[in-house]
Protein backbone atom coordinates (compact mmCIF):
# COMPACT_ATOMS: atom_id res chain seq x y z
CA UNK A 1 0.00 0.00 0.00
CA UNK A 2 1.79 3.28 -0.97
CA UNK A 3 2.34 5.63 1.91
CA UNK A 4 2.20 9.24 2.00
CA UNK A 5 5.39 11.06 1.53
CA UNK A 6 7.09 14.23 2.85
CA UNK A 7 9.42 15.64 0.71
CA UNK A 8 13.00 16.95 1.93
CA UNK A 9 16.38 18.98 1.49
CA UNK A 10 18.97 16.67 0.10
CA UNK A 11 20.79 15.06 2.79
CA UNK A 12 22.77 11.98 4.32
CA UNK A 13 19.82 9.71 5.45
CA UNK A 14 21.36 6.51 3.75
CA UNK A 15 20.75 4.24 6.82
CA UNK A 16 21.72 1.61 8.68
CA UNK A 17 25.43 2.51 7.96
CA UNK A 18 28.28 0.08 9.78
CA UNK A 19 29.14 1.87 12.87
CA UNK A 20 33.39 0.88 12.67
CA UNK A 21 36.58 1.95 14.47
CA UNK A 22 39.61 2.90 12.11
CA UNK A 23 42.95 2.44 13.60
CA UNK A 24 45.61 4.60 12.37
CA UNK A 25 49.36 5.85 13.03
CA UNK A 26 52.16 4.54 14.89
CA UNK A 27 53.96 4.68 18.30
CA UNK A 28 52.79 7.67 20.43
CA UNK A 29 50.37 9.12 17.17
CA UNK A 30 48.59 5.98 16.84
CA UNK A 31 44.34 6.57 17.31
CA UNK A 32 41.17 5.60 16.42
CA UNK A 33 38.40 7.06 14.44
CA UNK A 34 34.75 6.17 14.57
CA UNK A 35 33.46 5.88 10.84
CA UNK A 36 30.00 5.57 9.74
CA UNK A 37 30.99 6.46 5.86
CA UNK A 38 32.74 3.09 5.11
CA UNK A 39 32.03 0.05 2.55
CA UNK A 40 32.99 -2.32 -0.11
CA UNK A 41 33.81 -0.76 -3.91
CA UNK A 42 35.16 -3.98 -5.27
CA UNK A 43 36.09 -7.54 -5.15
CA UNK A 44 38.63 -8.44 -6.62
CA UNK A 45 40.98 -6.73 -5.56
CA UNK A 46 39.26 -6.30 -2.20
CA UNK A 47 38.89 -2.52 -2.52
CA UNK A 48 37.15 -0.69 0.42
CA UNK A 49 37.21 3.41 1.35
CA UNK A 50 36.31 5.32 4.72
CA UNK A 51 35.09 9.12 4.37
CA UNK A 52 37.00 11.65 6.85
CA UNK A 53 36.29 14.77 7.99
CA UNK A 54 39.04 17.00 6.75
CA UNK A 55 39.32 18.80 10.17
CA UNK A 56 39.47 15.34 12.00
CA UNK A 57 42.71 14.81 13.43
CA UNK A 58 42.95 11.37 12.05
CA UNK A 59 42.48 12.82 8.42
CA UNK A 60 46.36 14.13 8.29
CA UNK A 61 47.64 10.80 9.84
CA UNK A 62 45.82 8.90 7.36
CA UNK A 63 46.86 11.42 4.38
CA UNK A 64 50.53 11.20 5.29
CA UNK A 65 50.69 7.16 6.25
CA UNK A 66 48.14 6.36 3.54
CA UNK A 67 47.27 3.21 5.18
CA UNK A 68 44.48 2.39 8.20
CA UNK A 69 42.43 -0.56 9.75
CA UNK A 70 39.53 -1.35 9.69
CA UNK A 71 38.02 -2.74 12.81
CA UNK A 72 34.15 -4.27 12.90
CA UNK A 73 32.29 -3.46 15.92
CA UNK A 74 30.06 -5.57 18.33
CA UNK A 75 27.95 -4.38 21.29
CA UNK A 76 30.17 -5.24 23.86
CA UNK A 77 32.12 -2.34 21.70
CA UNK A 78 29.31 0.36 21.52
CA UNK A 79 30.74 2.49 24.66
CA UNK A 80 34.59 2.22 22.95
CA UNK A 81 32.72 3.14 19.41
CA UNK A 82 30.94 6.32 20.42
CA UNK A 83 33.72 7.53 22.34
CA UNK A 84 36.37 7.32 19.42
CA UNK A 85 33.66 9.22 17.67
CA UNK A 86 33.50 12.16 19.75
CA UNK A 87 36.97 12.21 21.38
CA UNK A 88 39.88 14.08 19.42
CA UNK A 89 43.16 11.57 19.13
CA UNK A 90 44.83 15.24 19.72
CA UNK A 91 43.69 15.36 23.11
CA UNK A 92 43.52 11.41 24.49
CA UNK A 93 44.92 8.41 24.22
CA UNK A 94 41.33 6.75 23.38
CA UNK A 95 43.75 2.59 22.86
CA UNK A 96 44.09 3.91 26.95
CA UNK A 97 41.14 5.48 27.68
CA UNK A 98 38.83 3.02 26.73
CA UNK A 99 41.33 -0.36 27.56
CA UNK A 100 41.40 -0.98 23.73
CA UNK A 101 44.46 -3.68 23.37
CA UNK A 102 46.51 -2.35 19.95
CA UNK A 103 47.94 -5.62 17.95
CA UNK A 104 50.88 -5.81 15.35
CA UNK A 105 49.17 -5.88 12.42
CA UNK A 106 50.70 -8.25 9.27
CA UNK A 107 51.17 -5.49 6.26
CA UNK A 108 50.59 -2.25 7.80
CA UNK A 109 52.02 -0.27 10.52
CA UNK A 110 49.33 0.88 12.50
CA UNK A 111 47.84 -1.28 15.47
CA UNK A 112 44.64 -3.29 15.14
CA UNK A 113 42.23 -3.20 17.79
CA UNK A 114 42.20 -6.95 19.65
CA UNK A 115 39.02 -6.47 20.76
CA UNK A 116 37.55 -6.25 17.74
CA UNK A 117 36.29 -9.52 15.80
CA UNK A 118 37.17 -8.62 12.39
CA UNK A 119 40.36 -6.77 11.55
CA UNK A 120 40.79 -5.38 7.80
CA UNK A 121 44.38 -4.03 6.95
CA UNK A 122 44.03 -1.58 4.35
CA UNK A 123 46.57 0.48 2.07
CA UNK A 124 45.27 3.83 0.72
CA UNK A 125 45.38 3.78 -3.32
CA UNK A 126 43.53 6.81 -4.02
CA UNK A 127 42.50 10.19 -2.14
CA UNK A 128 39.11 11.80 -3.44
CA UNK A 129 38.55 15.31 -2.08
CA UNK A 130 35.28 16.53 -1.33
CA UNK A 131 34.15 19.37 0.14
CA UNK A 132 33.75 18.70 3.96
CA UNK A 133 35.01 14.99 3.40
CA UNK A 134 37.90 12.97 2.13
CA UNK A 135 37.55 9.48 0.61
CA UNK A 136 40.59 7.58 1.11
CA UNK A 137 39.78 4.47 -1.59
CA UNK A 138 42.08 1.60 0.05
CA UNK A 139 43.05 -2.32 -0.74
CA UNK A 140 42.41 -4.23 1.57
CA UNK A 141 46.03 -6.59 2.00
CA UNK A 142 45.02 -8.98 5.31
CA UNK A 143 42.09 -10.26 7.31
CA UNK A 144 42.07 -10.97 11.00
CA UNK A 145 38.93 -12.90 11.96
CA UNK A 146 38.49 -14.40 16.01
CA UNK A 147 39.12 -18.02 15.73
CA UNK A 148 35.59 -18.85 17.14
CA UNK A 149 33.68 -17.22 14.49
CA UNK A 150 35.04 -19.60 12.02
CA UNK A 151 32.97 -22.57 10.64
CA UNK A 152 34.21 -25.91 9.71
CA UNK A 153 33.50 -25.23 6.71
CA UNK A 154 35.59 -21.78 6.06
CA UNK A 155 32.52 -19.85 6.71
CA UNK A 156 32.80 -16.70 8.76
CA UNK A 157 29.92 -16.47 11.25
CA UNK A 158 29.24 -12.68 11.60
CA UNK A 159 25.98 -13.55 12.55
CA UNK A 160 27.84 -14.98 16.04
CA UNK A 161 29.89 -11.69 16.08
CA UNK A 162 27.12 -9.44 17.66
CA UNK A 163 27.93 -6.71 15.12
CA UNK A 164 26.83 -3.10 15.81
CA UNK A 165 25.28 -0.69 13.15
CA UNK A 166 24.31 3.23 12.75
CA UNK A 167 21.30 4.78 12.48
CA UNK A 168 20.83 8.71 11.97
CA UNK A 169 22.64 9.03 15.21
CA UNK A 170 21.98 6.02 17.05
CA UNK A 171 23.52 2.79 17.60
CA UNK A 172 21.92 -0.46 17.01
CA UNK A 173 22.51 -4.09 17.28
CA UNK A 174 22.11 -6.52 14.13
CA UNK A 175 19.68 -8.84 15.12
CA UNK A 176 21.43 -12.57 15.27
CA UNK A 177 18.07 -14.48 13.15
CA UNK A 178 18.06 -13.57 9.36
CA UNK A 179 15.13 -12.76 7.82
CA UNK A 180 16.38 -14.52 4.61
CA UNK A 181 19.96 -15.49 2.68
CA UNK A 182 21.25 -14.04 -1.15
CA UNK A 183 18.45 -15.52 -3.21
CA UNK A 184 15.51 -16.49 -0.96
CA UNK A 185 13.34 -14.81 -3.05
CA UNK A 186 14.15 -17.12 -6.09
CA UNK A 187 14.93 -20.46 -4.38
CA UNK A 188 13.52 -23.47 -5.42
CA UNK A 189 11.71 -25.45 -2.92
CA UNK A 190 14.16 -28.40 -2.89
CA UNK A 191 17.25 -26.23 -2.37
CA UNK A 192 15.44 -24.59 0.54
CA UNK A 193 14.43 -27.88 2.22
CA UNK A 194 18.49 -28.60 2.02
CA UNK A 195 19.67 -25.58 3.71
CA UNK A 196 16.87 -26.42 6.33
CA UNK A 197 18.27 -29.23 6.88
CA UNK A 198 21.97 -28.79 7.14
CA UNK A 199 21.25 -25.53 8.97
CA UNK A 200 19.36 -27.98 11.27
CA UNK A 201 22.11 -30.43 11.40
CA UNK A 202 24.58 -27.59 12.61
CA UNK A 203 22.49 -26.73 15.34
CA UNK A 204 22.19 -30.39 16.31
CA UNK A 205 25.95 -30.62 16.19
CA UNK A 206 26.98 -26.88 18.17
CA UNK A 207 24.89 -28.53 20.90
CA UNK A 208 26.82 -31.45 21.48
CA UNK A 209 29.63 -29.92 21.26
CA UNK A 210 28.40 -27.63 24.11
CA UNK A 211 27.64 -30.70 26.26
CA UNK A 212 30.71 -32.24 25.48
CA UNK A 213 32.63 -28.51 26.92
CA UNK A 214 30.46 -29.05 30.14
CA UNK A 215 30.91 -32.30 30.64
Known amino acids: MEKEKVTLNPGT ?12 GQGDERNIITIGWTGIINSQPPMTYVSVRKSRHSHGIISREREFVVNLTTRALAFATDYCGVKSGADVDKFKEMK ?88 KKKTKKRINRQQHQKRIKAKRNQRKKKG
Not at 14 to 24: G, H, Q, Y
Not at 120 to 128: A, D, F, M, P, S
Not at 138 to 158: F, P, S, W
Request: a negative charge; aromatic letters at 8%; hydrophobic letters at 45%.
Open 13 to 24: LLCPVPAVMVSC
Open 100 to 187: LTPVEAAQVKCPMIGESPVNLECKVTEIREYPTHDMFVAEIVKVHVNKELMEEDGRVALDKAGLLAYVHGEYFGINKSPIGRFGFSVM
